[in-house]
């Protein structure tokens, strides 16, 4: 038998997860007393999943690398979170819900896992509501909605332009409630190294004072990886610049499966490059594209004041090519036209890298004021880092590397192939298929941290109520804190001359250029000798001032940058064996007349699981088969 | 254009620190202030020299990581920006910029111009909360809140918890921090069941922290990146009157 299996519940679809929890098995509260969990990561996905599994009774640990929880990337989450609470009447329900992230992901995630995840959404706004998050109102008091892209239903709850910051301090502060009622002990700047397996189980994990520069050891009846994307794995990126793909690509070696690994979505609304400097990109939100047009002028190289161009000679080219959705399209199709039009010689800005995305007609329509209200701080942020304002000059935008669909691979219990770990959040790899849709992250986070984990682990932990809390003298500990040691003590002897940043900075264009937005056999070849060869540089040339014993940003820099380039050739790996394109995942060789992204269901319909094999050695590959049975499988079409 | 630096550089928490001068050429207008340090840190990383130790991770003014004294104002010149959000159009060719951490009681340097801003942590942990399990909540709707109070809770709520308000008070008071919170919960009808108590654990923690008393100045409101009111303080100082009030009675 592969060890694959997905663990999805017997039943019809809507009955699955209810059915589920009314079998699980349970821990009395005298038990949950006497087990005790790790979280790590205090983003969307792991702050919640820690004051939930606190409030059941569960003695948690929770660990970041920022110095304090609130700081976790989930913070810069901007348009907002997705429930199916249908308040607009507009037809919206789990099943739709369901059925947009299916299709929207094309066709390449679990059902059951899905249709859960919509089918919580709505729990999730009441609690977050229940939690004091200041979501946006109407003036009848009742909550407000917008749409997103690839949707045609208004379901996204926000709190203007900040909703991953309104909805990570609602589990910030449960999380805080936690911890004053002596629950949760907080371990802030610490960076995971490394996962401790004893007899087959995840019993704990290595980490790294990030003061001190001690290694400590932890140790626990159940690990949950809540660890974010590797986006950043682009170097530049729409994300924070310190989240990393170091915990999950630990966990990979040391057995967890790792599911897509090259599913990694571009966001087609960044602010573009503007400098060799930069180390990050920022993004202006999806929600945008509700009242701002996309638009090129139809002559090639046109210079003039976008302003003073006359509507017939602005190509639409969203509008064109998608009447049905228009402007919200989703992200990857959204992504891919710019990217289109750009290449084809009709890209603004200096560097020709760039699309308009024009408030005009809105601003005409409802007034300044109206615009304020929904987008004031994005156009506040637009403006202070280009020095000109949307309400009177149109953005230029370009897309970016922004989300990581790939990630661990877990079953419907969210565990990963190693018992008794578990990955939730943007750490695993579960239900957004190929790409994801707006407003679905935060829903999926704090769905899998509120609404999921809990129980499922609960389930997992019934049957370790008699394991004593292990010790971490153990020989696994000894052997796993040592070796983390050593690798740290490794990238300071190399001593070098290029910096770690450097090193990033040249994997980044590697990874953009061949693994990007659109990839081919033959780029992505290329993209794995530049990797490797990368690789043989860093570990011969590179500088890292200090000691290990002290506060040191160059050494957690490397121990990042030495994960990311291994995980680079995973993701060429992954990308070179799906010859389909789906979704993000664009491979030349695969798409249609029109220009659009063509799937094999005949021969991809299924997830890519890798399994580690050793350094240096190719990744073994596992097919969990996806069955649909609750809807058709289509050609995904946004016309 | 080329500047002059002057950087605190402390060793570790316990070490003294002093004022270390750098030059910096090519810096661009366009470059933002941190990714100025980058390019500062690079050059020194390649000269053998250490690197200046500061935190950031956002980049966009929103996770409060990043927060630097810069020629005597927290974040810098410029209203309503996070020290991230600086960019190297405010300064000119020659000028002399001087870099500290923020200075306060409550806020121990770790090492250059790295706090530790623990005790909002602290702060927070002693009432910064709803009491409500999960699990426990009513549909969403089920509580109506007129735009009127959202909007101004959502205006507290969007403090990002970096502490200038405190390195530009006098008193090192982390009055304007406590009182955004306190204030966001007091407006709406679910946070409304324990204001009392909130407000009472929130400033005794503070104030064991040795976080000094407000009295007023509005140096917070002036340097607070996200336009913070002090009018919130207000609100926080009659939550506080009102419950040390049933209190003693
Ligand atoms: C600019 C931007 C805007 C977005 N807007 C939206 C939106 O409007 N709606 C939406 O639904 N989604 C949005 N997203 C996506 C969404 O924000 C993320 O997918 C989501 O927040 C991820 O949450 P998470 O909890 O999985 O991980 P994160 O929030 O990334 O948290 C990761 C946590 O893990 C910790 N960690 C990581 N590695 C280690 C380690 N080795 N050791 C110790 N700790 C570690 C970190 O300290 C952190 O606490 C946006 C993303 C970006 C970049
Ligand atoms: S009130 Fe303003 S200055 Fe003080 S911590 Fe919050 S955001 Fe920073
Ligand atoms: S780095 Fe996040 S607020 Fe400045």
């Known amino acids: ?639 | 254009m080329k500047i002059k630096l002057n950087i605190w550089k402390q060793e570790n928490p316990k070490a003294k620190g002093k004022f270390v001068k750098y030059e910096l050429d090519g810096v661009a207008e366009e470059m933002s202030f941190l990714e100025m340090l980058d390019s500062l840190n690079e050059k020194l990383i390649k000269e053998h020299q250490e690197p200046v130790a500061f935190e950031h991770d956002c980049r966009e003014g929103i996770c409060g990581s990043c927060g630097l004294y810069i020629n005597g104002r927290p974040h810098g010149p410029g209203d309503e920006i996070g020290t991230c959000q600086l960019h190297m159009r405010a300064f000119r060719e020659g000028d002399s910029i001087t870099i500290e951490p923020w200075r306060a009681k409550g806020f121990p340097v770790i090492k250059d111009l790295i706090v530790d801003r623990n005790a909002f942590d602290k702060i927070m942990a002693a009432g910064g909360f709803i009491s409500i399990d999960m699990g426990q909540a009513a549909d969403a709707n089920a509580i109506l809140v007129s735009k009127e109070a959202a909007d101004k809770a959502f205006d507290a709520a969007a403090c990002i918890g970096c502490g200038a308000c405190v390195a530009a008070c006098k008193n090192s008071s982390a009055m304007l921090f406590v009182a955004a919170k306190v204030s966001q919960f007091a407006l709406l009808p679910q946070g409304k069941i324990e204001a009392k108590r909130r407000a009472l654990n929130m400033i005794a923690k503070m104030d064991e922290l040795g976080f000094g008393s407000c009295t007023n100045t509005g140096a917070c409101e002036a340097e607070c990146p996200k336009g913070i009111s002090i009018d919130y303080i207000a609100m926080l100082n009659r939550e506080y009157l009102c419950a040390s009030f049933s209190e003693t009675e």
């Open chain 1, 1 to 639: 038998m592969s060890k694959l299996d997905s663990k999805i519940p017997e039943g019809p679809l809507a009955e699955k997860w209810s059915k589920y929890k009314a079998s699980m098995k349970l821990v009395s509260p005298l038990n949950k007393k006497k087990l005790d969990i790790i979280v790590v990561g205090t983003g969307i996905a792991g702050a919640p999943a820690a004051a939930t599994l606190a409030e059941l009774g569960y003695n948690v640990k929770s660990f970041c690398f920022q110095d304090t929880a609130r700081r976790a990337h989930s913070v810069a989450a901007q348009g907002g979170i997705n429930a199916a609470k249908n308040y607009k009447s507009d037809g919206d329900s789990v099943y739709r819900l369901f059925y947009d992230m299916i299709k929207g992901g094309d066709f390449r995630a679990r059902e059951a896992n899905v249709y859960r995840i919509a089918e919580v959404s709505n729990a999730i706004i009441d609690q977050l509501t229940a939690q004091g998050v200041p979501f946006a109102r109407e003036y009848g008091g009742t909550l407000a909605n917008r749409t997103f892209g690839g949707v045609q239903v208004s379901r996204t709850f926000y709190a203007q332009g900040q909703t991953g910051q309104q909805v990570l301090l609602g589990g910030y502060s449960a999380l805080k409630r936690q911890v004053s009622l002596g629950k949760v002990k907080m371990y802030s700047r610490r960076q995971m190294l490394d996962l401790v397996i004893i007899d087959g189980k995840a019993r704990g994990i290595i980490t790294r004072n990030l003061v001190t520069g001690e290694i400590e050891r932890h140790s626990a009846h159940a690990v949950v990886l809540a660890t974010g994307g590797y986006g950043t794995i682009y170097y530049l990126s729409t994300l924070a610049v310190n989240s990393n793909g170091s915990a999950a690509w630990q966990a990979y070696k040391k057995g967890a499966f790792f599911g897509n690994p090259s599913f990694v979505q571009i966001h087609p609304t960044s602010i573009p490059v503007l400098n060799d400097y930069q180390c990050k990109l920022t993004l202006m939100s999806e929600s945008l594209r509700n009242d701002g047009r996309i638009w090129v002028p139809k002559e090639k190289g046109d210079k003039r004041d976008p302003n003073i161009i006359p509507e017939d000679e602005r190509d639409y080219f969203l509008e064109r090519r998608y009447p049905a959705f228009g402007n919200l399209v989703p992200r990857d199709v959204a992504s891919r036209a710019a990217k289109e039009r750009c290449d084809a010689g009709f890209g603004v800005g200096k560097t020709g890298l760039a699309v308009y995305l024009d408030f005009r007609d809105s601003v005409k329509k409802q007034g300044e004021k109206a615009i304020k209200g929904k987008y004031g701080n994005l156009f506040d942020l637009y403006e202070k880092i280009t020095g000109e304002s949307p309400y009177k000059t149109p953005m230029m935008i370009y897309p970016a590397g922004h989300y990581t669909m790939g990630g661990l691979w877990v079953d419907y219990n969210l565990m990963t192939t190693i018992p008794g770990l578990f990955a939730i959040g943007e750490a695993n790899f579960s239900d957004h298929g190929a790409n994801r849709l707006g407003a679905s992250s935060l829903m999926q986070g704090a769905g899998d941290g509120y609404c999921i984990l809990p129980y499922t682990i609960t389930n997992y932990l019934a049957d370790e109520i008699k394991t004593k809390l292990p010790s971490t003298d153990t020989p696994e500990f000894e052997e796993a804190a040592k070796t983390a040691k050593e690798r740290l003590d490794k990238f300071l002897s190399i001593n070098g001359k290029q910096t770690a940043t450097s090193f990033h900075k040249r994997l980044g264009h590697i990874m953009w250029n061949y693994c990007g937005m659109s990839r081919n056999e033959e780029g992505l070849k290329k993209a794995l000798q530049m990797i490797d060869d990368l690789q043989k540089e860093f570990w011969s040339d590179l500088k890292i001032p200090g000691k290990v014993e002290e506060l040191n940003q160059e050494l957690e820099k490397a121990s990042r940058i030495a994960d990311f380039l291994e995980l680079a050739k995973l993701m060429a790996l992954d990308a070179l064996n799906r010859k389909e394109s789906c979704g993000a995942h664009f491979r030349e060789e695969s798409q249609t007349e029109g220009g659009e992204a063509q799937r094999i269901d005949s021969e991809y319909s299924y997830v890519a699981a890798w399994e580690y094999q050793g350094d240096n050695k190719e990744p073994k590959l596992h097919k969990e088969e996806l069955k649909f049975e609750n809807v058709e499988v289509k050609v995904r079409s946004y016309k």
